[in-house]
């Protein structure tokens, strides 16, 4: 029997997990630690060494808990976070503490574009994209505050490819790792070019960019110094996976439009998978996808189901208690105030963007309708209505654009454990909605990878194909889907009526603040 070695490492955990080639979970341990430190408002840094440790301990976990399948381990997948900084010298030394995805500073940037130019934004409605691009733009901050550091720096990494280089020594990425604020063009699988838009913008020296190869390829092998270091076999295939959302995808058994990927997790997401290159808002790009020649369209909701720990948090302390106690994710106890409130929320409405949304940084969340009828089942039953609405204004953008149709979805992440929430999500959605066995998709989407990288499938479709089982499938309720797509229309217009007070707000409180391109 063959096994694989997997590494998800997250923004407050990683997990490390055995499969076998059937996709089944064979050890698993999760390894919790602090997300992240804050050396000054906004900033979120993490010394890279947290996460080493954690595999150290992850893998020993897993060693002992099932020592069998751990001696047959034919390749390891490594998969993380996205859009993490890590700036190494060139022996290998880490310079600074890794800047992750939370972390909100912003750049100045050296583009300096005439006053005709700028103009020609405007008039193409895409300046304030522009601008948001270079001022959030990592190394373009590290190139301003931290010029000696990055003089220093011979190359930078994403996370992922960090973890790469220091299990083999390779310098080397995947191209579905590629997210974030780097001269990277989605549409050609490449580096930009040095005069490029996307250079001028965000500028990265030739000699600091790392090789790139597509998900799936063997990238090297383990070497003696991170075997000795981490207790697994000296020369153990590495397979080139993906970003956690990536490979999130495949965990889900997504390999083509017809069914899309819903993330219920910190983040939420929804991904549509397609085999030609588009845009379904400007300067949002597509990103690559893990199968060759795709790309992954995403909404993102950023802080999504985070409004889940506030509300739990906040309001159900209680039920967090008796959810420990019983030994179950207190979402399954919060279910009953889903059941409680009718569809609709007795016409409580919310407006997900407790983090701005990507369409207008300075918008806000909201919450409308409150009557004195309203209680905390209302409430919590808003919030997951108000997920799903955005999820599906945002499958309907990506398909209207894409010239696409998902027939179903498939949901995975913390809160896909709900069964209320899933079956609200298709509700809301009018799609079929699947949970897969396995809850840790982004871990099973580099097991298919690994699996095909090794040569136990002929390619990653024909991995999903036998290594993802569907647990559960969730149909829409043809009672509630009447009420639902009545209050998406009303939901549709709730943005657009607030737009101009959220840019009030902005204008009174600088928050967040405003930025223009340098001229």
Known sequence: MKTILTVDCGTQSLRAMIFDTAGNVLAAERIAYKPHT?????????????????????????????????AQLAGIGVT???ASTVLVDKNGKVLRPAIIWLDNRTARGSYHPNRLVRAAFHAAGVYDSIVSVQSRCTINWLRENEPETWNKTWKMFFLSGWFIYQLTGEVCDTVSSMVGYIPFVNKKRNWAKPNSIESKL????????????????????????AAEELGIPEGLPLVGCGSDKACETVGAGVVDSSLASLSFGTTATIEVLSSKYFEYKKLFPAYC???????????????????????????????????????????????????????????????PYWGASIFDRYAKGSIIGFGDVHERDDLYRAIIEGLAYSLREGLELIEAKGKLQCEKVAASGGASQSDAICQITADILNRNLVRGKTLEASSLGAAIITAA???????????????????????????????????????????????NIYNGLQRVTNYPEAKKLNS
């Not at 000054?40 to 399948?69: C, F, H, M």
């Not at 509300?311 to 967090?320: G, S």
Request: net charge negative; proline share 6%.
């Open 453 to 499: 990288g090794i040569g136990e499938y002929p390619s990653i479709q024909a991995a999903v194909k036998q290594m993802v089982t569907q647990e559960k499938e969730f149909i829409p309720n043809p009672e509630n889907r009447a009420i639902y797509d009545g209050l998406f229309e009303v939901y549709k217009k709730i943005y657009p009526s607030l737009k």
């Open 38 to 70: 804050t050396p000054q408002p906004g900033w979120a840094e993490q010394d890279v060494s947290v996460y080493w440790e954690a595999l150290k301990t992850g893998i020993a976990r897993i060693k002992n808990a099932n020592p069998e399948a751990f």
């Open 80 to 82: 993380t976070i996205r």
């Open 202 to 225: 965000m500028p990265l020296e030739e000699e600091k960019r790392h090789a790139l190869v597509e998900s799936g390829s063997i990238i090297g092998s383990i070497t003696k110094k």
């Open 289 to 351: 996808g893990i199968i060759p020649n795709t790309w992954l369209s995403e909404l993102e909701i950023y802080r999504g189901y985070w409004m889940i720990s506030w509300f739990k948090e906040e309001l159900c302390q209680l039920e967090c208690k008796q959810a420990e106690e019983l030994g179950v994710i207190p979402e399954k106890i919060l279910d009953k105030f889903l059941h409680a409130s009718p569809a609709g929320g007795r016409g409580l409405m919310l407006q």
